[in-house]
């Protein structure tokens, strides 16, 4: 498939996530081409499931079904594969998208296995955050399907997941594909709000959060009857549900030419680099100080860590924040980094 295909702002990929059978797929894939608003049709063919005994997918037969569906709507089709024969079979029956699951990007052996499958072809591969928080591991499977010589690739954002998660199915953990997209500039980022939320109410939300990070498309279940789908049906919207939802996002440019706005952002972005800059004095002046702090339990024959002046600068510093704006979630993970720090380098001086 083409380059531009995934390169597109605005990206829209939206189909049900499994093919159930042949009506329900066309017929949702009809529905879906008439909002003129999907750009690729997604059907899982294969299921990962986490149960055994689950409904597994139907295999080899979905493809044929999603050749239909291509057919009739003209949309381009996508299904996720998670080993070398998922890659061959979808590859014969002109499968446009590619993409691997959180369940595969999460297992060097699997991606370097669909690595091997996709050598010396021009596949269009979309790589889905591991399951757990493990930003190595998604750079990984990009480079390995990059030595693939694969250049149309994408990555999508599904969100992590954790023990007694309540609020999400799937943590964001936006910071992981904001460092993603960082070290990858060049590859569009894709939110898969279904996986994250696990809930219709909360699409609308999660889509919008990732686009005012300015992610350039989203992947969204839907199906014809979201009540009956066999997987995922609490996140799974009809096309008509997935309509409105796409048009009450506001979709944010990275910036405006407008002499007023360069103006005033020009002028905040100074403000917050003068704060930066004398962050970086203050923090390298505590930290001399801990460093002095070490030496002298060094000398003294004291511990590095004591629990008790910790807890104490700890509850010092959240009753401090009680009288600002600042949240005390930020300044507990923020004084937490410090003191891993002081502990850090009052270790290395013990240790001397
Ligand atoms: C899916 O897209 O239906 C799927 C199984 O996703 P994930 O790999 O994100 O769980
Ligand atoms: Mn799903």
Redesign the pocket.
Do not use: F, L, M, Q
């Given at each position: 498939m083409n380059e531009s295909l995934i390169k597109k702002d605005g990206l829209i990929i939206a189909g049900p996530?499994?093919a159930e059978s042949e009506e329900q797929l066309v017929t949702t894939a009809k529905s879906l081409a008439k909002t003129g608003m999907v750009d690729v049709l997604?059907a899982?063919i294969w299921?990962?499931r986490t149960n055994p005994g689950g409904f597994e997918g139907v295999g080899l037969k979905g493809l044929s079904w999603l050749s239909t569906a291509k057919k009739e709507t003209g949309l381009p089709v996508g299904t996720?594969v998670a080993t070398s024969r998922h890659v061959e079979d979808a590859l014969h029956y002109d499968v446009d998208v590619l993409?691997?699951?959180?369940?595969?990007?999460v297992n060097p052996f699997s991606v370097q296995n669909i690595a091997d499958a996709l050598k010396g072809t021009d596949s269009t591969v979309l790589i889905?955050?591991p399951?757990n928080p493990d930003l190595k591991l998604w750079i990984g499977a990009v480079e390995r399907i990059r030595n693939a010589g694969i250049t149309n690739i994408g990555l999508?954002h599904?969100?992590f997941s954790s023990y007694g998660n309540k609020e999400y199915r799937?943590a964001p953990i936006w910071q992981i594909p904001i460092e993603m997209m960082r070290i990858f500039p060049d590859l569009p980022m894709i939110c898969?709000p279904?996986?994250i939320a696990g809930k219709r109410d909360t699409l609308h939300s999660v889509s919008q959060k990732s686009l005012d990070l300015h992610y350039n498309g989203l992947?969204i279940?839907s199906h014809y009857k979201p009540e009956e789908a066999l997987?995922?049906k609490e996140q799974q919207v009809s096309p008509d549900q997935l309509s409105n939802l796409l048009n009450q996002l506001v979709w944010k440019k990275e910036s405006i030419n407008l002499p007023e706005y360069q103006q005033k952002i020009e002028s905040l972005r100074e403000q917050i680099n003068q704060f930066d800059d004398e962050l970086i004095h203050l923090l390298q002046s505590r930290m001399m100080v801990a460093e002095n702090i070490g030496e002298l339990k060094k000398i003294n024959n004291v511990t590095v860590l004591q629990s008790n002046r910790w807890n104490e600068i700890l509850e010092k510093m959240l009753s401090k924040t009680r009288n600002t704006k600042l949240s005390e979630d930020f300044v507990k993970s923020m004084m937490e980094l410090l003191h891993v720090e002081s502990i850090r380098i009052q270790n290395d001086i013990s240790n001397r």
């Open positions: 996530c499994s997604r899982g299921k990962p996720e993409w691997i699951g959180a369940r595969t990007s889905k955050n399951v999508i599904r969100g799937n898969d279904s996986h992947i279940e997987t995922d």
